[in-house]
Protein backbone atom coordinates (compact mmCIF):
# COMPACT_ATOMS: atom_id res chain seq x y z
CA UNK A 1 0.00 0.00 0.00
CA UNK A 2 1.17 3.56 -0.84
CA UNK A 3 2.93 5.06 1.91
CA UNK A 4 0.51 8.60 1.15
CA UNK A 5 -2.50 6.47 1.82
CA UNK A 6 -1.45 4.90 4.53
CA UNK A 7 -0.79 8.80 6.24
CA UNK A 8 -4.21 9.14 5.20
CA UNK A 9 -5.92 6.32 7.40
CA UNK A 10 -3.27 6.70 10.28
CA UNK A 11 -4.27 10.51 10.53
CA UNK A 12 -8.09 9.08 10.10
CA UNK A 13 -7.12 6.55 13.19
CA UNK A 14 -5.96 9.60 15.43
CA UNK A 15 -8.64 12.09 14.74
CA UNK A 16 -11.33 9.78 15.30
CA UNK A 17 -9.36 8.03 18.62
CA UNK A 18 -9.45 12.16 19.53
CA UNK A 19 -12.94 12.69 19.14
CA UNK A 20 -14.11 9.60 21.12
CA UNK A 21 -11.63 10.16 23.80
CA UNK A 22 -12.90 13.71 23.85
CA UNK A 23 -16.77 12.37 24.41
CA UNK A 24 -15.67 9.69 26.66
CA UNK A 25 -13.40 11.83 29.02
CA UNK A 26 -13.49 15.11 28.37
CA UNK A 27 -16.99 16.13 27.43
CA UNK A 28 -19.19 17.56 30.52
CA UNK A 29 -21.96 14.83 31.25
CA UNK A 30 -25.49 15.49 31.12
CA UNK A 31 -26.60 17.26 34.92
CA UNK A 32 -28.91 14.49 37.14
CA UNK A 33 -30.40 15.76 40.06
CA UNK A 34 -32.07 13.94 42.65
CA UNK A 35 -35.88 15.84 43.53
CA UNK A 36 -37.21 14.82 47.17
CA UNK A 37 -41.17 15.34 47.34
CA UNK A 38 -43.45 14.12 49.74
CA UNK A 39 -45.86 15.22 47.09
CA UNK A 40 -47.50 13.19 43.75
CA UNK A 41 -46.33 9.97 45.47
CA UNK A 42 -49.07 7.98 44.49
CA UNK A 43 -48.89 6.00 41.33
CA UNK A 44 -50.93 7.40 39.00
CA UNK A 45 -49.44 10.99 39.99
CA UNK A 46 -46.10 9.96 39.68
CA UNK A 47 -47.04 8.96 36.23
CA UNK A 48 -47.86 12.47 35.67
CA UNK A 49 -45.06 14.14 36.85
CA UNK A 50 -42.62 11.15 35.25
CA UNK A 51 -44.25 12.77 31.99
CA UNK A 52 -43.66 16.52 33.05
CA UNK A 53 -39.90 16.06 33.88
CA UNK A 54 -39.44 13.93 30.51
CA UNK A 55 -40.44 17.19 28.70
CA UNK A 56 -37.89 18.97 31.27
CA UNK A 57 -34.90 16.99 30.32
CA UNK A 58 -35.81 17.29 26.23
CA UNK A 59 -35.56 21.24 26.48
CA UNK A 60 -32.91 21.45 29.11
CA UNK A 61 -30.93 18.15 29.14
CA UNK A 62 -31.37 17.87 32.73
CA UNK A 63 -32.25 14.40 33.86
CA UNK A 64 -34.44 14.33 37.15
CA UNK A 65 -34.30 11.62 39.90
CA UNK A 66 -37.72 12.00 41.50
CA UNK A 67 -38.02 10.40 44.80
CA UNK A 68 -41.23 9.62 46.56
CA UNK A 69 -40.96 9.88 50.26
CA UNK A 70 -43.09 9.89 53.35
CA UNK A 71 -42.72 13.08 55.75
CA UNK A 72 -40.98 11.75 58.20
CA UNK A 73 -38.43 9.75 56.45
CA UNK A 74 -37.88 13.09 54.15
CA UNK A 75 -37.22 14.78 57.56
CA UNK A 76 -34.50 11.60 58.99
CA UNK A 77 -32.56 11.96 55.65
CA UNK A 78 -32.27 15.79 55.30
CA UNK A 79 -30.98 15.64 59.05
CA UNK A 80 -28.55 12.89 58.30
CA UNK A 81 -27.48 14.49 55.35
CA UNK A 82 -26.88 17.94 57.07
CA UNK A 83 -24.56 16.44 59.67
CA UNK A 84 -22.62 14.35 57.86
CA UNK A 85 -21.58 17.27 55.42
CA UNK A 86 -22.53 15.35 52.52
CA UNK A 87 -26.09 16.51 50.81
CA UNK A 88 -27.21 14.35 47.38
CA UNK A 89 -30.43 15.86 47.50
CA UNK A 90 -30.36 18.81 44.91
CA UNK A 91 -35.14 19.91 45.41
CA UNK A 92 -37.33 19.37 47.93
CA UNK A 93 -40.98 19.12 47.40
CA UNK A 94 -42.78 19.19 50.60
CA UNK A 95 -45.68 21.44 52.42
CA UNK A 96 -45.50 24.67 53.97
CA UNK A 97 -45.13 23.29 57.55
CA UNK A 98 -42.15 21.14 56.80
CA UNK A 99 -40.18 23.95 54.80
CA UNK A 100 -40.99 25.83 57.73
CA UNK A 101 -39.66 23.37 60.15
CA UNK A 102 -36.81 22.78 57.68
CA UNK A 103 -35.56 26.18 57.73
CA UNK A 104 -35.94 26.76 61.65
CA UNK A 105 -32.93 24.09 61.40
CA UNK A 106 -31.01 25.84 59.19
CA UNK A 107 -30.88 23.53 56.33
CA UNK A 108 -32.60 25.21 53.62
CA UNK A 109 -30.72 27.99 51.22
CA UNK A 110 -32.09 31.67 50.90
CA UNK A 111 -33.79 32.03 47.31
CA UNK A 112 -33.40 35.10 47.31
CA UNK A 113 -30.82 36.07 45.18
CA UNK A 114 -31.34 33.78 42.65
CA UNK A 115 -32.47 34.33 38.99
CA UNK A 116 -35.97 36.19 38.40
CA UNK A 117 -39.08 33.68 37.53
CA UNK A 118 -40.42 35.68 35.04
CA UNK A 119 -43.81 35.22 33.25
CA UNK A 120 -45.68 34.70 36.19
CA UNK A 121 -47.15 36.55 39.27
CA UNK A 122 -47.53 34.15 42.55
CA UNK A 123 -50.59 34.50 44.03
CA UNK A 124 -49.55 36.62 47.48
CA UNK A 125 -51.00 34.74 49.83
CA UNK A 126 -48.51 32.01 48.77
CA UNK A 127 -45.62 34.39 48.63
CA UNK A 128 -45.85 35.74 52.03
CA UNK A 129 -46.59 32.16 53.30
CA UNK A 130 -43.49 31.09 50.99
CA UNK A 131 -40.92 34.49 53.24
CA UNK A 132 -39.98 33.70 56.59
CA UNK A 133 -37.92 35.77 58.88
CA UNK A 134 -37.04 37.93 55.56
CA UNK A 135 -35.77 34.83 53.59
CA UNK A 136 -37.12 33.31 50.87
CA UNK A 137 -37.84 29.40 52.33
CA UNK A 138 -39.32 28.04 49.34
CA UNK A 139 -41.40 29.02 45.79
CA UNK A 140 -45.31 28.32 46.01
CA UNK A 141 -45.51 25.61 43.87
CA UNK A 142 -49.24 23.63 44.26
CA UNK A 143 -51.99 24.43 46.58
CA UNK A 144 -55.05 22.49 47.60
CA UNK A 145 -57.53 21.82 50.22
CA UNK A 146 -59.63 18.82 51.34
CA UNK A 147 -63.87 19.27 50.10
CA UNK A 148 -66.89 17.20 50.32
CA UNK A 149 -68.08 16.10 47.34
CA UNK A 150 -71.59 15.48 46.72
CA UNK A 151 -73.87 13.66 44.12
CA UNK A 152 -76.21 15.25 42.43
CA UNK A 153 -78.62 12.95 43.71
CA UNK A 154 -78.02 13.34 47.44
CA UNK A 155 -80.34 16.54 47.03
CA UNK A 156 -83.10 14.78 46.88
CA UNK A 157 -83.23 13.53 50.54
CA UNK A 158 -82.50 16.94 52.02
CA UNK A 159 -84.01 17.43 55.50
CA UNK A 160 -86.16 19.95 56.52
CA UNK A 161 -84.53 23.30 56.85
CA UNK A 162 -81.58 22.45 54.74
CA UNK A 163 -81.45 23.46 51.10
CA UNK A 164 -79.40 23.00 48.00
CA UNK A 165 -78.03 26.52 47.78
CA UNK A 166 -77.17 26.42 51.69
CA UNK A 167 -74.56 23.61 51.09
CA UNK A 168 -73.09 24.89 47.45
CA UNK A 169 -72.92 28.95 49.38
CA UNK A 170 -71.06 27.19 52.70
CA UNK A 171 -74.34 29.55 54.43
CA UNK A 172 -74.60 29.74 58.11
CA UNK A 173 -77.55 27.24 57.69
CA UNK A 174 -75.05 24.35 56.33
CA UNK A 175 -73.44 23.27 60.09
CA UNK A 176 -72.54 19.68 61.11
CA UNK A 177 -76.25 19.30 63.01
CA UNK A 178 -77.87 19.72 60.11
CA UNK A 179 -75.21 17.23 57.91
CA UNK A 180 -75.85 14.74 60.90
CA UNK A 181 -79.76 15.11 59.86
CA UNK A 182 -79.25 14.58 56.31
CA UNK A 183 -76.79 11.69 56.67
CA UNK A 184 -79.88 9.95 58.86
CA UNK A 185 -82.58 11.07 56.00
CA UNK A 186 -80.50 9.17 53.31
CA UNK A 187 -79.97 6.17 54.95
CA UNK A 188 -83.84 5.95 56.07
CA UNK A 189 -84.37 7.03 52.37
CA UNK A 190 -81.83 4.81 50.52
CA UNK A 191 -81.72 1.78 53.28
CA UNK A 192 -77.86 1.77 53.43
CA UNK A 193 -75.37 4.97 54.72
CA UNK A 194 -74.31 7.38 52.20
CA UNK A 195 -71.45 9.26 53.71
CA UNK A 196 -67.94 8.07 52.89
CA UNK A 197 -64.54 9.01 54.33
CA UNK A 198 -60.80 7.93 53.51
CA UNK A 199 -60.26 6.07 56.25
CA UNK A 200 -58.08 3.13 55.38
CA UNK A 201 -54.61 2.94 56.35
CA UNK A 202 -53.64 5.12 53.77
CA UNK A 203 -56.34 7.47 53.55
CA UNK A 204 -56.26 11.07 54.74
CA UNK A 205 -59.21 10.99 57.04
CA UNK A 206 -56.72 11.80 59.92
CA UNK A 207 -56.78 15.47 57.99
CA UNK A 208 -60.70 15.94 59.03
CA UNK A 209 -60.19 15.18 62.88
CA UNK A 210 -57.35 17.49 63.28
CA UNK A 211 -58.02 20.14 60.47
CA UNK A 212 -61.59 20.26 60.17
CA UNK A 213 -63.69 18.79 62.89
CA UNK A 214 -61.09 19.77 66.30
CA UNK A 215 -61.21 23.93 64.57
CA UNK A 216 -64.79 24.11 63.72
CA UNK A 217 -65.48 22.93 67.32
CA UNK A 218 -62.78 24.07 69.82
CA UNK A 219 -61.21 26.99 67.81
CA UNK A 220 -57.59 24.86 67.37
CA UNK A 221 -56.13 22.22 65.85
CA UNK A 222 -54.80 20.59 69.31
CA UNK A 223 -54.67 23.38 71.79
CA UNK A 224 -58.44 22.06 73.15
CA UNK A 225 -57.49 18.51 72.75
CA UNK A 226 -59.25 17.29 75.96
CA UNK A 227 -61.47 20.34 76.43
CA UNK A 228 -64.94 19.83 77.33
CA UNK A 229 -65.77 21.34 72.99
CA UNK A 230 -63.24 18.39 72.35
CA UNK A 231 -65.56 15.89 73.64
CA UNK A 232 -68.88 17.62 72.12
CA UNK A 233 -67.15 17.24 68.87
CA UNK A 234 -66.65 13.20 69.44
CA UNK A 235 -69.53 12.56 70.96
CA UNK A 236 -70.96 14.12 67.57
CA UNK A 237 -68.37 11.80 65.37
CA UNK A 238 -69.86 9.89 67.15
CA UNK A 239 -73.08 10.02 66.50
CA UNK A 240 -72.53 10.67 62.46
CA UNK A 241 -70.47 7.50 62.63
CA UNK A 242 -73.79 5.20 62.03
CA UNK A 243 -74.42 7.01 59.20
CA UNK A 244 -70.87 6.47 57.33
CA UNK A 245 -70.80 3.34 55.34
CA UNK A 246 -68.57 0.51 57.08
CA UNK A 247 -66.50 0.26 54.21
CA UNK A 248 -65.09 3.55 54.84
CA UNK A 249 -62.17 1.83 57.07
CA UNK A 250 -60.96 0.27 53.89
CA UNK A 251 -61.03 2.85 51.31
CA UNK A 252 -57.92 5.08 50.98
CA UNK A 253 -59.17 7.76 47.91
CA UNK A 254 -63.27 8.23 47.31
CA UNK A 255 -63.19 8.96 43.82
CA UNK A 256 -63.52 5.40 43.22
CA UNK A 257 -66.51 5.08 45.36
CA UNK A 258 -68.53 8.30 44.55
CA UNK A 259 -68.28 6.39 40.86
CA UNK A 260 -69.14 3.33 41.84
CA UNK A 261 -72.24 4.76 43.76
CA UNK A 262 -71.30 3.37 46.94
CA UNK A 263 -71.78 6.55 48.65
CA UNK A 264 -73.47 10.14 47.70
CA UNK A 265 -72.18 12.25 49.86
CA UNK A 266 -67.58 11.97 50.62
CA UNK A 267 -65.33 14.03 52.02
CA UNK A 268 -61.40 13.86 50.36
CA UNK A 269 -58.69 15.90 49.10
CA UNK A 270 -59.18 17.74 45.68
CA UNK A 271 -56.83 15.49 44.24
CA UNK A 272 -58.02 12.31 45.31
CA UNK A 273 -61.54 12.91 44.47
CA UNK A 274 -60.22 15.04 40.68
CA UNK A 275 -61.06 11.64 39.11
CA UNK A 276 -64.55 11.67 39.54
CA UNK A 277 -65.48 14.46 38.77
CA UNK A 278 -63.53 14.08 35.42
CA UNK A 279 -65.21 11.01 34.37
CA UNK A 280 -69.34 12.15 35.37
CA UNK A 281 -68.97 16.00 35.66
CA UNK A 282 -72.46 15.85 35.40
CA UNK A 283 -72.93 13.98 38.61
CA UNK A 284 -71.14 15.85 41.25
CA UNK A 285 -70.92 19.12 42.51
CA UNK A 286 -67.87 19.82 45.09
CA UNK A 287 -69.20 22.24 48.09
CA UNK A 288 -67.55 23.70 51.14
CA UNK A 289 -67.42 21.41 54.85
CA UNK A 290 -70.28 22.36 56.75
CA UNK A 291 -69.58 24.91 59.57
CA UNK A 292 -69.33 24.12 63.63
CA UNK A 293 -69.53 26.14 67.02
CA UNK A 294 -66.28 27.94 65.91
CA UNK A 295 -67.05 28.16 62.55
CA UNK A 296 -65.94 26.52 59.38
CA UNK A 297 -62.48 24.30 59.96
CA UNK A 298 -60.75 23.50 56.96
CA UNK A 299 -56.89 23.10 55.51
CA UNK A 300 -55.33 24.96 53.27
CA UNK A 301 -52.58 23.03 51.95
CA UNK A 302 -49.41 24.91 50.21
CA UNK A 303 -46.56 23.13 48.66
CA UNK A 304 -43.22 24.56 48.18
CA UNK A 305 -39.89 23.96 46.30
CA UNK A 306 -36.62 24.37 48.22
CA UNK A 307 -33.40 23.89 47.79
CA UNK A 308 -31.17 22.32 50.88
CA UNK A 309 -27.96 24.28 51.91
CA UNK A 310 -25.02 22.50 49.74
CA UNK A 311 -27.22 20.87 47.79
CA UNK A 312 -24.94 19.56 44.63
CA UNK A 313 -26.78 21.07 41.91
CA UNK A 314 -28.78 24.40 43.09
CA UNK A 315 -28.39 25.68 39.54
CA UNK A 316 -29.77 22.94 37.65
CA UNK A 317 -32.80 22.86 40.47
CA UNK A 318 -33.14 26.74 40.42
CA UNK A 319 -34.12 25.47 36.24
CA UNK A 320 -36.20 23.04 37.44
CA UNK A 321 -38.23 25.57 39.96
CA UNK A 322 -38.41 27.76 36.89
CA UNK A 323 -40.22 24.77 34.59
CA UNK A 324 -42.53 23.76 37.19
CA UNK A 325 -43.82 26.87 37.93
CA UNK A 326 -44.70 27.90 33.99
CA UNK A 327 -48.55 28.35 33.98
CA UNK A 328 -49.06 25.92 31.21
CA UNK A 329 -47.17 23.29 33.25
CA UNK A 330 -49.15 24.46 36.59
CA UNK A 331 -51.85 23.63 34.87
CA UNK A 332 -50.83 20.55 32.83
CA UNK A 333 -50.32 19.69 36.75
CA UNK A 334 -54.06 20.22 37.68
CA UNK A 335 -55.30 18.73 34.97
CA UNK A 336 -53.45 15.21 35.33
CA UNK A 337 -53.71 15.38 39.60
CA UNK A 338 -55.82 17.79 40.80
CA UNK A 339 -53.67 20.62 42.63
CA UNK A 340 -54.31 23.51 41.94
CA UNK A 341 -51.90 26.70 40.52
CA UNK A 342 -50.36 29.30 42.71
CA UNK A 343 -49.47 31.68 40.05
CA UNK A 344 -51.88 33.90 38.54
CA UNK A 345 -51.76 33.76 35.14
CA UNK A 346 -52.37 29.78 35.82
CA UNK A 347 -55.40 30.55 37.67
CA UNK A 348 -56.84 32.92 35.33
CA UNK A 349 -57.20 30.62 32.46
CA UNK A 350 -58.63 27.72 34.62
CA UNK A 351 -60.64 25.34 31.61
CA UNK A 352 -64.33 25.21 31.48
CA UNK A 353 -65.73 21.25 32.73
CA UNK A 354 -65.03 19.41 35.20
CA UNK A 355 -61.70 20.95 37.06
CA UNK A 356 -63.91 24.53 36.74
CA UNK A 357 -66.85 22.16 39.26
CA UNK A 358 -63.34 21.54 41.49
CA UNK A 359 -62.39 25.48 41.46
CA UNK A 360 -65.33 26.86 42.15
CA UNK A 361 -66.24 24.78 45.25
CA UNK A 362 -62.63 25.25 46.32
CA UNK A 363 -62.78 29.16 46.01
CA UNK A 364 -66.41 29.06 47.80
CA UNK A 365 -64.74 27.67 50.55
CA UNK A 366 -61.74 29.86 50.99
CA UNK A 367 -64.12 32.73 50.76
CA UNK A 368 -66.94 31.67 53.39
CA UNK A 369 -66.80 34.41 56.10
CA UNK A 370 -66.70 32.29 58.94
CA UNK A 371 -63.31 30.01 58.01
CA UNK A 372 -61.02 29.11 60.57
CA UNK A 373 -58.36 28.11 58.82
CA UNK A 374 -55.38 25.66 59.67
CA UNK A 375 -52.06 24.36 58.32
CA UNK A 376 -51.05 21.15 58.42
CA UNK A 377 -48.02 21.76 61.36
CA UNK A 378 -44.69 21.53 61.22
CA UNK A 379 -43.97 18.45 63.20
CA UNK A 380 -41.02 17.14 60.82
CA UNK A 381 -39.74 13.73 61.92
CA UNK A 382 -42.84 13.91 64.43
CA UNK A 383 -45.78 13.97 61.73
CA UNK A 384 -46.43 10.05 61.73
CA UNK A 385 -46.74 10.63 65.85
CA UNK A 386 -49.05 13.64 65.23
CA UNK A 387 -51.49 11.81 63.01
CA UNK A 388 -51.73 8.33 64.77
CA UNK A 389 -52.61 9.93 67.84
CA UNK A 390 -56.07 11.23 66.70
CA UNK A 391 -56.57 7.66 64.83
CA UNK A 392 -55.60 6.45 68.04
CA UNK A 393 -58.84 8.66 69.78
CA UNK A 394 -60.95 7.67 66.73
CA UNK A 395 -60.10 4.18 67.01
CA UNK A 396 -60.99 4.36 70.84
CA UNK A 397 -63.55 6.42 70.99
CA UNK A 398 -65.89 5.72 67.69
CA UNK A 399 -64.75 2.41 67.15
CA UNK A 400 -64.39 0.34 69.84
CA UNK A 401 -66.66 3.05 71.91
CA UNK A 402 -64.34 4.68 75.07
CA UNK A 403 -65.31 7.51 77.06
CA UNK A 404 -63.92 10.94 74.72
CA UNK A 405 -63.22 12.68 78.14
CA UNK A 406 -60.98 9.51 79.05
CA UNK A 407 -59.41 8.89 76.09
CA UNK A 408 -58.61 12.52 74.72
CA UNK A 409 -57.03 12.76 78.49
CA UNK A 410 -54.81 10.02 77.71
CA UNK A 411 -53.44 10.88 74.78
CA UNK A 412 -53.02 14.83 75.36
CA UNK A 413 -49.34 15.44 77.14
CA UNK A 414 -48.00 12.74 74.51
CA UNK A 415 -49.56 15.11 71.59
CA UNK A 416 -48.75 18.46 73.48
CA UNK A 417 -44.96 16.74 74.43
CA UNK A 418 -44.58 16.61 70.45
CA UNK A 419 -44.51 20.24 70.05
CA UNK A 420 -43.07 21.22 73.32
CA UNK A 421 -40.04 18.84 71.84
CA UNK A 422 -40.08 20.41 68.14
CA UNK A 423 -40.30 24.00 69.69
CA UNK A 424 -43.36 25.37 68.14
CA UNK A 425 -46.10 26.41 69.53
CA UNK A 426 -49.44 24.39 69.75
CA UNK A 427 -51.89 24.97 67.26
Not at 73 to 96: Q, T
Request: aromatic share 12%.
Amino acid sequence: MRKDVLGIILVIVIVVAGVVGYYMFFRPKPTKIVWVSTQLNPPEEQAVIKDILEDFKKETGIEVEFVPISYSDLSIRLEAEMEAGNVSIDLIGELHGGLDYFNSKGWLMDLSDMPELTGRTFISTFEDYATIDGKKVYIPWMSATYVMVINKEAFNHLPDGLTKDDIINGTENWTYDNFLEWAKKLKTDTHSPQVGFPAGSKGLFVRFLHGYLYPSYTGAQAKYFNSTDAVTMWNYLDQLWEYVHPSSTTWDAMADPLLKGDVLVAWDHTARIKSAITEKPENFVVVPVPRGPKGRGFILVVAGLAIPKNAPNPDAAWKLIEYLTRPEIQNEILEGVGFFPTVVEASEKLPEGPLKILAEGVATQSATSDAVVAMIPNLGAKGGDFKDIYRTAWDRIVLKDEDPATVTTDLADDLWALFEEVGIEIP
